[in-house]
Nanobody, 117 residues
Framework: QVQLVESGGGLVQAGGSLRLSCQVS????????IGWYRQAPGKQRELVAQ???????NYADAVRGRFTIYRNDANNNVYLQMNSLKPDDTAVYYC???????????WGQGTQVTVSV
């Protein structure tokens, strides 16, 4: 069982920054992909950024160049640094761990990010 606890969401003005944190109770980075997803009202959940088990990162086109995903292996934290935020970034952000090779997913409870104009 893996538990994920997100923090760091909040209200910010357009152009501002936030850093989301995800505390993972147990992780084996070589066997798991870890990422951040988001879901805006009335929309499907979408991938924002991901660190693959080999360390390669990938980003959604909408956030590339503004968001950075990184991890701290010492404390099992995964972070999403969000800069130059836009109102379209408003959503609930979820931390995700996908276990290989089964592709079983663990999800956090989500943290709200609201970007005002």
């Amino acid at each position: 069982q893996v538990q994920l606890v997100e923090s760091g969401g909040g209200l910010v003005q357009a152009g501002g920054s936030l850093r989301l944190s995800c505390q993972v109770s147990r992780v084996i980075f070589s066997r798991e992909h870890i990422g951040w997803y988001r879901q805006a009202p009335g929309k499907q959940r979408e991938l924002v950024a991901q660190i693959m088990n080999d360390g390669i990162t990938n980003y959604a086109d909408a956030v590339r160049g503004r968001f950075t995903i990184y991890r701290n292996d010492a404390n099992n934290n995964v972070y999403l640094q969000m800069n130059s935020l836009k109102p379209d970034d408003t959503a609930v952000y979820y931390c995700n761990v996908r276990v290989l090779p089964s592709n079983f997913n663990y999800w956090g409870q989500g943290t709200q990010v609201t970007v005002s104009v």
